[in-house]
Nanobody, 129 residues
Framework: VQLQASGGGLVQAGGSLRLSCAASGRTFSSFAVGWFRQAPGKEREFVTV????????YYADSVKGRFTISRDNAKNTVYLQMNSLKPEDTAVYYC???????????????????????WGQGTQVTVSS
């Protein structure tokens, strides 16, 4: 599956953005999709993931309660709604896909980069203070 992330931009602290991850291919519903982010000089880190059917989601503690992941399999798209943005959310955001059931994999693995085979190109999110 090929992924393309979009929706990034410049926003003031406290504002909102919605990112989209559009996928090609007819097997999109076979993949769990995650969002990761990478700030300058830092490692790429997990943000959130959603299961194939959308019933299971995990979030990093740093975004819990502020970010919401969702998906529309009919449109081959995953969304990341980001509210109450903070300057520390500034990063390039990437979406990535992994096959299989995330419920059958340890959470510690699902929330790492392990197993994510397809990555989008990234979209820049900048939050000004």
């Amino acid at each position: 599956v090929q992924l393309q992330a979009s929706g990034g931009g410049l926003v003031q602290a406290g504002g909102s953005l919605r990112l989209s991850c559009a996928a090609s291919g007819r097997t999109f519903s076979s993949f769990a999709v995650g969002w990761f982010r990478q700030a300058p000089g830092k490692e790429r880190e997990f943000v959130t993931v959603i299961s194939r059917g959308g019933s299971i989601t995990y979030y990093a503690d740093s975004v819990k309660g502020r970010f919401t992941i969702s998906r529309d399999n009919a449109k081959n798209t995953v969304y990341l709604q980001m509210n109450s943005l903070k300057p520390e959310d500034t990063a390039v955001y990437y979406c990535a896909a992994r096959r299989g059931l995330i419920s059958s994999v340890p959470k510690s693995v699902v929330t790492s980069k392990v197993g994510y085979d397809s990555w989008g190109q990234g979209t820049q999110v900048t939050v000004s203070s």
